[in-house]
């Protein structure tokens, strides 16, 4: 893989997949020289799949994953803030980039999904409210990782208060892991990523949806005197490669969309096509990580396609 542009493994495994399924896509995807394996972070399926045999804890996975991988990145995109207090999941961030030897990377939203807070007891509190915590969340997170060892950390939040926290344990990566943000808000998403993240994320979006944003991006990070060019640019797109037409009529067929819908709204069509399409979003968007979003865990065949004719390209 390039080391200027990098490809990551994505799964939603919310739809239907266990650890052991989760485990081997990982190592293979390790054996085949992706850049990371990524999750989501959901415990409702979506869609008409049954979602069986049922969801699994993003950072209990990313727990496993860290003792039985050796390079792969590894992080979430993107965890809910609804559904973890801050000083535990920085605790928890913090032990995994301790077992995977400094390899975690956070993707840290709001929470969206309405129907799995519901199914699972979490409370789904207003947007604005949603934002307002998330925004503590990120100075809470990013405080307790940098507080030097030995001092303590406070915080006075209207939501969130911290007092004498020891601030431990400590993550491997110092000052700490990197930090995702993500999202298509107009106005306070780009502000929170210009103080807080290493990296932007907009998964699922057009290509000039996607410039727009890291464009106000840029202008945020203008207006707090922080370089642009600091924040990794990245996308996610559904992935759909074919060596032939009915190679790709069948890997679409098997997740439940059409080919042309795919070819407008994803990444999909033969490895030329594919490596065309990228170097499209390069050119506009400037993005130098993409997440590709595999929905059949079960075909590690195109994977293999992906890295041998795709990645070899970049």
């Not at 400590?170 to 807080?196: E, H």
């Amino acid at each position: 893989m390039s080391e200027l542009f990098k490809l990551r493994i994505f799964t939603e495994p919310q739809q239907g997949a266990t650890y052991d399924d989760l485990l081997r896509v990982a190592k293979h995807a390790e054996t085949t020289g992706y850049d990371g394996f990524f999750r989501s972070d959901h415990y409702l399926k979506m869609g008409s799949v049954s979602g069986e045999p049922g969801p699994t804890d993003a950072w209990v996975t990313l727990a496993g994953l860290a003792r039985e991988t050796s390079r792969l990145r590894l992080g979430t995109l993107m965890t809910a803030a609804t559904f973890r207090s801050p000083g535990p999941l920085a605790i928890s961030v913090a032990q995994v980039d301790q077992m995977s030897g400094g390899r975690i990377e956070l993707g840290l939203g709001t929470g969206w999904y309405e129907q799995e807070h519901t199914a699972y007891g979490i409370p789904f509190p207003s947007l604005k409210e949603r934002f307002d915590r998330y925004a503590e969340q990120l100075e809470i997170i990013t405080g307790l990782w940098e507080t030097p060892v030995g001092e303590h950390f406070r915080y006075d939040g209207e939501y969130y208060q911290l007092a004498e926290s020891p601030a431990l344990p400590k993550p491997v990566q110092r000052p700490r892991p990197p930090l995702l943000i993500g999202g298509q808000g107009k106005k306070r998403t780009p502000k929170l990523a210009a103080r807080f993240a290493d990296e932007f994320n907009l998964p699922f979006v057009d290509i000039d949806t996607a410039a727009k944003q890291f464009e106000r991006v840029a202008e945020a990070c203008a207006a707090i005197g922080r370089p642009h060019e600091d924040i990794v640019r990245s996308a996610a797109l559904v992935l759909c490669v074919g060596k032939n037409d009915a190679e790709l009529a069948r890997r679409a067929d098997a997740i439940g969309w059409e080919v042309e819908e795919l070819r407008l709204n994803g990444l999909a069509g033969t490895p030329d096509e594919v490596v065309a399409k990228i170097g499209t979003w390069r050119e506009r968007t400037g993005i130098t990580r993409l997440y590709l979003q595999v929905l059949d865990l079960s075909d590690l065949d195109h994977l293999d396609l992906v890295a041998a004719e795709v990645a070899a390209q970049l």
